[in-house]
């Protein structure tokens, strides 16, 4: 009965703590990509079609019509469904999704440590302030969803593989959550490395490689049936909704995998202080926050000896602990697509993408301890310092996961934060200036729009808002310069197009404006606009030459 109660215990306090972190978001808006994936998309206003929703992508066409991620979208649909629009719903539905999640992966470390270590990973786990933008950001519930499922996946397959070979129902219902996984973010695909990795380390090794080779093998050939089904459909859906696929980071774009990898290693110092002691959060990470690495540094060789450190331990430990090394390999899976070593991504480091990997960090963090507690030979109950120490790192996360959790709440409050935050991230100021435009805060829009083409002037978006904003200051020969490159760099840019063609009118260059249109409806992006512009432009040009002295 006290074993029963105490695991009782257990699993209500880390339920508990999940939801004490998370609470505070109830009050937010909608922020940052939930206006454009939730507030203006008309396809999760209405499940009449619901299924119409596993053809089309995660951003909308008119958005670029980039990734696949259609069960998170079905549930983004049922939350507008039952609230009709209420951001109280979706966020309610984060912190249950969240308080889900985390007690999901109680139960896998459960299955790795003793209860006192498997409290104290998911306790950990449910507090981490890292979490915070996967939860106080409605979107982020694709991040919730993925690990949701591939937390279960993963405790179905620990469990069956410790009674023994893998039946029939287990496997279905792991393939199932596979799935699920996928369709939730693209990230799910990653589940069987998961479980190889399980296999390799914390599966008992009573037969031969070949042997449990041969009783994981139907598994194996399920899962990747699944996975090759999912690329399959998520290709043939994106090619017919336009969509360009996944996009590169600007860092990125032309540049060799040398100083891609350059530049990811010295990622790995940020990652190893958000796992550790994320006491500065941001919202954005880009240039010049986190800039391009193309040669040897300081914090390079902190990052190199990072990564051959934990590399040597984990191998090290590979008999004596091999939790200890199945969380290495876990953080490895998790990193892979956020390293954008297999494929360059549009984000260079994004809080909410290291959801996955940090689960496998807090396991680590438990198993080494659990470990050295063994070695030390301390018997329970702990010495009152480690019970202290422990119960201040929970309240820690706590206060600070609560607290941040309210700066998600609508667009100005974030990016003001996200200006403080990070100062020298060009986008910050840019996001910034255009939520303080849509405020009619003119001035100071213009002021946070500079700063970004001062601290990063090789973004397009960048150079349109600085065209935009000479525009508004009746200031054409400037406005036109910047226009002109962004067309030059990327033709395809409608709103560069029409800006260009509205000032050419304005400066009562028609020509050269009627050549602007032409080539834009020979492109055929906008063709309605550019038609009325193409009408405006004539038409003034018409009344300039009435008017005309003779």
């Given amino acids: 009965m006290i074993g029963k109660d105490r695991h009782s215990l257990a699993w209500i306090s880390v339920c508990g703590l999940a939801i004490a972190a998370s609470m505070t978001s109830v009050a937010n808006g909608f922020a940052f990509d939930d206006i454009?994936?939730?507030?203006?998309?008309?396809?999760?206003?209405?499940?009449?079609r619901?299924?119409?929703?596993?053809?089309?992508?995660y951003w909308p066409p008119e958005r670029g019509g980039d990734l696949y991620r259609p069960f998170t979208m079905l549930g983004f649909a049922i939350q507008w469904a039952v609230g009709g629009g209420n951001p109280l719903v979706f966020h309610l539905g984060s912190i249950l999704l969240y308080t889900i999640t985390c007690a999901a992966f109680f139960w896998v470390v459960l299955t790795l440590l003793p209860l006192p270590a498997a409290w104290l990973a998911g306790s950990l786990f449910a507090v981490h302030p890292l979490h915070v933008e996967a939860v106080g950001n409605v979107v982020g519930q694709s991040e919730l969803w993925a690990a949701l499922f591939m937390f279960l996946a993963l405790g179905l397959y620990l469990r069956a593989r410790q009674q023994g070979t893998l039946r029939a129902r287990?496997?279905?219902?792991?393939?199932?959550?596979?799935?699920?996984?996928?369709?939730?973010?693209?990230?799910?695909?990653?589940?069987?490395?998961?479980?190889?990795?399980?296999?390799?380390?914390?599966?008992?090794?009573?037969?031969?490689?070949?042997a449990r080779l041969v009783e994981v093998r139907p598994l194996a050939l399920l899962l990747a049936a699944v996975g090759l089904g999912f690329l399959w459909a998520r290709t043939t859906v994106l090619t017919a909704t336009s969509g360009p696929g996944a996009q590169v980071s600007l860092l990125f774009v032309d540049q060799p995998f040398s100083i891609r990898a350059m530049t990811m290693l010295g990622v790995v110092l940020e990652w190893v202080r958000l796992f550790l002691w994320p006491a500065d959060l941001s919202a954005d990470y880009s240039p010049r926050r986190i800039d391009i690495v193309t040669g040897p540094t300081l914090e390079l060789l902190a990052s190199a000896a990072i990564v051959t450190g934990t590399v040597w331990l984990a191998w090290l430990a590979r008999r004596a602990v091999p939790v200890a090394t199945f969380a290495a390999l876990w953080v490895l899976v998790g990193l892979l697509i956020p390293s954008n070593i297999l494929v360059p991504t549009e984000i260079v480091l994004a809080e909410r993408t290291l959801f996955l990997a940090s689960g496998g960090v807090m396991l680590?963090?438990?198993?080494?301890?659990?470990?050295?507690?063994?070695?030390a030979r301390i018997q329970s109950p702990l010495p009152r310092a480690a019970v202290v120490s422990i119960a201040v790192v929970l309240l820690l996360g706590v206060v600070t996961s609560a607290l941040r959790q309210r700066v998600w709440r609508d667009n100005i409050t974030l990016f003001a934060q996200t200006v403080r935050d990070a100062p020298t991230s060009y986008a910050a100021h840019l996001a910034y200036g255009s939520a303080l435009f849509q405020q009619n805060h003119q001035?100071?829009?213009?002021?946070?729009?500079?700063?970004?083409?001062?601290?990063?002037?090789r973004d397009l978006t960048v150079?349109?808002?600085?065209?935009?904003?000479?525009?508004?200051e009746n200031n054409c020969p400037v406005a036109l310069t910047f226009f002109r490159r962004a067309l030059s760099e990327d033709p395809?840019?409608?709103d560069?197009?029409?800006?260009?063609a509205s000032c050419l009118i304005v400066s009562g260059e028609h020509a050269e404006a009627r050549r602007a249109i032409d080539q834009g409806l020979a492109i055929g992006r906008s063709k309605d606009a550019l038609l009325q512009l193409k009408a405006l432009n004539d038409s003034v040009e018409a009344s300039r030459r009435t008017v005309a002295p003779r």
Avoid at 36 to 48: G, K, Q, T
Wanted: charged share 15%; glycine share 6%.
């Fill in 463 to 472: 150079v349109q808002y600085m065209g935009q904003i000479y525009a508004r």
């Fill in 36 to 48: 454009h994936i939730i507030l203006e998309n008309r396809s999760v206003h209405s499940l009449a």
């Fill in 496 to 500: 560069s197009r029409l800006s260009l």
């Fill in 443 to 457: 001035q100071a829009a213009f002021d946070e729009i500079r700063i970004a083409y001062r601290l990063y002037p």
């Fill in 170 to 210: 287990a496997m279905c219902s792991i393939a199932a959550l596979y799935v699920l996984a996928c369709l939730s973010k693209e990230h799910g695909i990653l589940l069987p490395m998961l479980l190889a990795a399980a296999e390799l380390t914390v599966i008992q090794r009573s037969h031969s490689m070949r």
């Fill in 492 to 494: 395809g840019r409608t």
């Fill in 50 to 57: 619901w299924w119409e929703l596993f053809a089309g992508s």
């Fill in 364 to 375: 680590g963090l438990a198993a080494a301890l659990a470990h050295m507690a063994g070695e």
